[in-house]
């Protein structure tokens, strides 16, 4: 059974950083694709960052580039959203999820397993 479980999440001032981790079981990591999306209050969910299957390809909504980070660690079954310069506009539910075969693009749709999210406050 696929299990992804998000962690680090929590409350950060303005200009802090913050990692949150998912956890994967049930999959080997380095056989899926895997993106990051978020969900503020009242607006509709987004895709922040995705990574290819090989990690070697990554993309970033424009508001996170040059902030965000994703990247896995395979021997831990681990993927990793590393979030600088965090602004009050990065609150958020933020999710991670995984897909085994390709696609054009990533959307929350076409992933195959998504987990249950951890939220991020970014306090002014």
């Known amino acids: 059974q696929v299990q992804l479980v998000e962690s680090g999440g929590g409350l950060v001032q303005a200009g802090g950083s913050l990692r949150v981790s998912c956890a994967a079981s049930?999959?080997?990591?380095?056989?899926?694709?895997w993106a990051w999306f978020r969900q503020a209050p009242g607006k509709e969910r987004e895709l922040v960052a995705s990574?290819?299957?090989?990690?070697?390809?990554?993309i970033y909504v424009d508001s996170a580039k040059g902030r965000f980070t994703i990247s896995r660690d395979n021997a831990k079954n681990t993927v990793y959203l590393q979030m600088n310069s965090l602004k009050p506009e990065d609150t958020a539910v933020y999710y991670c999820?995984?897909?085994?075969?390709?696609?054009?693009?990533?959307?929350?749709?076409?992933?195959?397993?998504w987990g249950k999210g951890t939220l991020v406050t970014v306090s002014s």
């Open positions: 990574s290819s299957r090989s990690g070697v390809s990554t």
């Open positions: 999820a995984g897909r085994r075969y390709y696609r054009a693009y990533f959307t929350w749709d076409g992933m195959d397993y």
């Open positions: 049930g999959l080997t990591l380095s056989t899926y694709a």
